[in-house]
């Protein structure tokens, strides 16, 4: 009883999945999008799927960090040893606080386990849009051109925990297992403390009236080929979303392919993403007959570009420009800027 209502007067698990997110969160490779991150560079910046966001989350964040809780003063609590050479105060403030649970008066005889398993469903909502993660490219057009990536990531999240309280002294020696089921929530990045009643609304990707729930998937199957434009060849883990009253991630290729039914509409767009080629955009409108869509997405590339800039000098008729180019010093910075028609 005690561990339940101060999951719920602490929100111990919406906060610890938030240290999580944070911790795990950047630009770095194989690092959650980030939760505010500003960078000065050009072009598209960094890519997450939504899909690969859950999916690390479940497997990586939840299912090896879980087990690490404890609750000071039960038999099942351990003692983490700091490195050497670290502060034992700041290792404890940093490390082993973050796994330690405010939880008093529990029986220093119990062993208390928490546990996530990763085939559990997480509900997970993100300002994605088309299941892309990414950030909002800004080109300011002033003396020198300057491209901002302004990365921003809302996290609303919620996830089950099973907490295993052993008693080994119950029922005269042959012990007793106690056994509850607890839910960790964040919304909008904080953790949600206290007894707070979730709406239909906090739960808008998953409930039943959902646009994209799978029940509303009542078209004709849709098959889409996706392939390199270059050389025909089959893209794999290409994303495939679908835009109508709500953007949809449906999944991603296998092999080249994706076959999938849709929700019903009539003016619905087909998103194909992969990083490393331009986003192909395919007006569907899904109906009860099976489809058949062939993609060619192009590729990126690389485009050597040679620069030289001509002085213009102010003479005793006026500014004119000089004869002769003079190539940039290996110090300089030129920002070249192209512009798709």
């Not at 111990?12 to 630009?27: A, M, P, T, W």
């Not at 062993?111 to 080109?139: H, Q, R, T």
């Not at 998103?271 to 099976?290: A, M, Q, R, W």
Request: proline share 6%.
């Amino acid at each position: 009883f005690r561990i339940a209502r101060s999951a719920s007067n602490n929100g111990f698990l919406g906060e610890y999945v938030k240290h999580l997110i944070y911790s795990y969160s950047g630009l770095e490779e194989d690092m959650l999008p980030p939760i505010r991150e500003l960078t000065n560079e050009f072009g598209p910046g960094k890519f997450w799927s939504k899909f690969e966001v859950e999916d690390r989350i479940k497997n990586d964040l939840l299912t090896n960090n879980i087990p690490l809780l404890q609750i000071p003063g039960t038999a099942s609590t351990e003692v983490f040893q700091e490195p050497a050479g670290s502060d034992p105060n700041t290792f404890y403030s940093v490390f082993t606080r973050s796994f330690n649970l405010p939880i008093d008066n529990i029986n220093s005889d119990y062993d208390v386990n928490f546990f996530y398993l990763p085939s559990w469903n997480i509900y997970l909502s993100m300002d994605c849009p088309s299941g892309i993660c990414k950030a909002e490219s800004v080109l300011l057009q002033n003396i020198v051109p300057l491209g901002i990536q302004d990365y921003s990531t809302v996290y609303d999240v919620s996830y089950p925990v099973a907490v295993f309280i052993n008693d080994p002294y119950a029922f005269n020696g042959l012990g007793y297992t106690f056994k509850i089921a607890l839910e960790g929530n964040m919304r909008n990045n904080k953790a949600l403390i206290g007894n707070v009643q979730l709406s239909s609304s906090d739960y808008k990707e998953s409930v039943a009236s959902s646009f994209c729930d799978p029940n509303k998937k009542t078209s004709g199957l849709t098959t889409f080929i996706v392939k390199d434009e270059s050389n025909g060849w089959s893209v794999d883990d290409a994303i495939v979303s679908f835009s109508h009253i709500e953007d949809c991630s449906m999944g991603v290729t296998k092999n080249g392919v994706f076959k999938s039914k849709f929700p019903r509409a009539i003016g619905g767009v087909v998103s194909v993403f992969k990083e490393g080629y331009d986003t192909e955009f395919i007006n569907l409108d899904p109906d009860e007959n099976e489809q058949n869509v062939n993609v060619f997405l192009k590729p990126l590339k690389t485009l050597n570009v040679k620069t030289a800039h001509f002085p213009i000098v102010k003479e005793i008729n006026g500014w004119e420009l000089r004869k002769g180019a003079e190539f940039p010093d290996q110090d300089e910075t030129v920002y070249v800027i192209i512009k798709k028609d």
